[in-house]
């Protein structure tokens, strides 16, 4: 099983970049898929997820409004549109698959409860 996250790059603030989420070995729509990032010298943190039906939850406050995540099952892809980008968003962007059909509401988006990841994307917000 292999996630493959692509898509990121340098874009000014106010810009816009999508990533993606591919996945040998495994049929990503039966699986939650959430995205994480990690900036230097901070935690890895959970940006948003999509459950099996489709139901989003976006973790980061700053995300919402700003981010949409999508999955095209005929791609076996998850896509991350982000918009409006700020210099905050400079991070590693990875994406990863939880081993249920929801997005987990009560505890967050916690690291250890993924079972698959991407080897991540750096996406940098320059001001």
């Known amino acids: 099983v292999q996630l493959q996250a692509s898509g990121g790059g340098l874009v000014q603030t106010g810009g816009s970049l999508r990533l993606s989420c591919t996945a040998s070995g495994l049929t990503l729509n039966s699986y939650v898929v959430a995205w994480f990032r990690q900036a230097p010298g901070k935690e890895r943190e959970g940006v948003s997820c999509i459950s099996t039906n489709n139901g989003t939850l976006y973790y980061a406050r700053s995300a919402r409004g700003r981010f949409a995540v999508s999955r095209d099952n005929a791609k076996n892809a998850v896509y991350l549109q982000m918009s409006n980008l700020e210099p905050e968003d400079t991070a590693v962007y990875y994406c990863?698959?939880?081993?249920?059909?929801?997005?987990?509401?009560?505890?967050?988006?916690?690291?250890?409860?993924?079972?698959?990841w991407g080897q991540g994307t750096l996406v940098t917000v320059s001001s």
């Open positions: 990863a698959s939880h081993p249920r059909t929801t997005c987990e509401v009560r505890y967050g988006a916690r690291p250890v409860d993924y079972n698959y």
